[in-house]
């Protein structure tokens, strides 16, 4: 009872961190612990190797893939951000060694963002990344069904993009006579709307 307790106790976030970067050493951009948290950065070339490596790496056993998603870095940082645009953000959880674990797969082509799929690692990853293909427009390379996921079949573009309209591109309604649902351009105007202050210098009775 002893032992096993042990050895489901959880180690410290800095020996984890150090556990992982020698074991992905030469695979990974960058092993990061910030607030408690361990992020590994890594290409798009070396994403699945990493992946497998830590799935069944006796010192890794992350045996579940808990979370996944896009991220568009376009905007990020006020704008000052530099590097590729797109990536895909899983968090890892190891339930026999009580331990998580953030990787950040960034793509290397901007206009067309892809990784190769982990799905043959985790199914629980197939609905993750048809969501990501669906939103942000990674195509995951290998998965046997990425379809959008969240939006109709019919649309265009990927909301989740930072530089996607606001009212979108196309809008659609149910046309009465045709007996099917219709797609039209947007019909609302794009207008910016500025807050009216209203400034009073007794507000509030302060002078």
């Known amino acids: 009872m002893t032992d096993h307790a042990t050895s489901n106790e959880a180690i410290a976030p800095e020996a984890l961190r150090d556990r992982l970067s020698a074991l992905l050493e030469g695979m990974v951009r960058s092993v990061d612990l910030s607030r408690g948290e361990i992020t590994i950065t890594v290409a798009a070339n070396d994403y699945l190797k990493v992946m497998q ?3 069944d790496a006796p010192q890794a056993k992350f045996e579940q893939l808990i979370d996944l998603c896009g991220m568009d870095y376009s905007a990020y940082g006020d704008g000052r951000w530099e590097g590729a645009r797109f990536a895909a953000v899983s ?9 998580r674990v953030r990787v950040r797969a960034f793509c290397d082509d901007d206009d067309f963002p892809v990784l190769t799929s982990v799905t043959p690692l985790w199914s629980s990853a197939n ?4 969501e990501a293909f669906d939103l942000y427009g ?3 390379e290998g998965h046997a069904d990425l379809r959008r996921i969240l939006t109709d079949y019919g649309f265009i573009g990927h909301p989740f993009r930072k530089d996607f309209p606001l009212s979108g591109n196309v809008e659609m309604r149910y046309d009465a006579e045709r007996q099917r649902v219709i797609y039209e351009p947007v019909s609302i105007e794009p207008r910016e709307i500025t807050p009216r202050v209203i400034r009073e210098d007794n507000y509030g009775g302060l002078h």
Request: glycine letters at 0%.
């Open 91 to 99: 968090h890892l959880l190891s339930v026999s060694l009580n331990q």
């Open 138 to 140: 990674i195509m995951f």
């Open 127 to 130: 609905w993750y990344e048809r």
């Open 53 to 55: 490596t830590l799935r």
